[in-house]
DNA sequence: TTTAGGCATTGATACAAATCAATGCCGAGG
DNA sequence: CCTCGGCATTGATTTGTATCAATGCCTAAA
């Protein structure tokens, strides 16, 4: 493997500009709990003096790859805004784990145990470095309940998280090991012809686990792809051939979909 | 199979009951739409003025077991409120099927669908017949972004539909085959103790694709649960020795605990 | 009454993917 | 510099579950 370069470095770099697009006043990264509320696209709508009073109520943290935000089975005492990073989520049987959903910011982290007080259902592990808004969950649930506009992007927030969800399951359940690291890579190449090639945007581990499988197996699957016209070395997708590929998998809209948060506007009766 | 019943009228019947109880105004079945709104418990909270807006644009329908309600890749144009009987919610390509979800009133249909103005990502059909509400899509996001109290319940909706969506998936990728039957029918068994029976709620085959596996499976696994406690003859469930089984298999709240819709009130600021 | 079709059961077999195991590679830390 | 630990690869093997196929049962229609 020859085209290895410092992962975790190129990617944070990556990120950080990532994280600068989504922000609304993004010549600066926030510092404040306040200016972090103010980044996601999803809340814009929402009135100031509510984030404010959000803000009041609220911490920003930044935390490292690996660390655990909250463990399956707690009952939440924050609501967590993911401003920037991503997330896995998942479920746990003592030492078993099975990764649920992925969360990238801007985002929050399974709004619905928060809404319901209910405990999380899930293990929430930060991927790669995360900054967080941690909203105690009281002063959430108040806002949501006294602002309609918040409870609008909430609302949309949690629909969109439940497509994703949707989506997920279907990806695992009507298409096989192969066919889901083929259309994972048809999609990472998506609008490049042949001849480009692109970098795996994580590493192969949470790929497979993404994916539904094991290391074993997404690193044996890999080779295959080769007739199909799609080469991976080390962590570089080779398109050989892009539409050899499209011919054998089919990107699905209704699976493969990107869909964004986007939240309705208040109206007035 | 000697224990064998005319299974459709025999549910049906429990059905009605069943749906008596939901009902707030339970001494009449609804016959408009206005009235099929006042039944489920989780929109009493809202403005009658809403629900008299929402029923404007609105019918009631009745459908029998096996309609399709609405298709993959279909853009919903009405909302659909289950008022009673359940609903099926799967994921297709081309012949394959696969449940994600069963539906039981009283509740949406894919509410994140028909906020988002996005197409379906699962066809839905129905198990029992079903008596639905259908809402003008339009008026349903128009109510939704003008009433913030309806705007709270459905996000109580979703945010509970969401979490049944992790616990399925949880049952799915981290319990055997052998597990999922097993705690399925101890969860029938709730509170019983030893020698009692219940009957299965729904056909096997029905069972089998909630439970994520083929009928074959489901079929060859019931013998072996006898080891445990647990004795399936035609549709009828017998607890020879329930302590045997609650030992064997570890029903989890996480997984398979039943979360009721429960609104947020609205506060004025 | 006969017949046809759906559901359930049972057996034989196939197969995809997991598991177990060994090795190589690279980067971090002593 | 060496060494240790995580990740990736590759091979051998297992195993859980699906698939294919045949039969029986019950119900509903002819």
Known sequence: MRHREPTSKTRNAKLMSAELQTGINSNLIAATPRE????????????PATLDMLAKHAVLHRM????????????????????????????VRSTEETLVEIVEAPDLLLPAAVLSGQPYLLRARVLDEVRIVMIQAEAFRDAVTSDHALCLAVLACQATQFRRQTMHAKNLHLRSAEERVGCYLLKLLEG?????????????RLIASQLGMTRETFSRTLPVMIRHGLRVEGDVVHADDISAARLRFHLDPLVDGNEPIIPLQVKGK
């Open 36 to 47: 972090a509320l103010a980044e996601p696209g999803w809340l814009r709508s929402v009135p």
């Open 64 to 91: 490292p790859a690996g660390s655990t935000l909250f463990e399956q089975a707690e009952t939440p005492s924050f609501a967590l805004l993911l401003v920037a990073g991503r997330v896995e989520l998942l479920g």
């Open 192 to 204: 490049r012809t042949t001849n480009t090639s692109v970098r795996l945007p994580i590493e192969k």
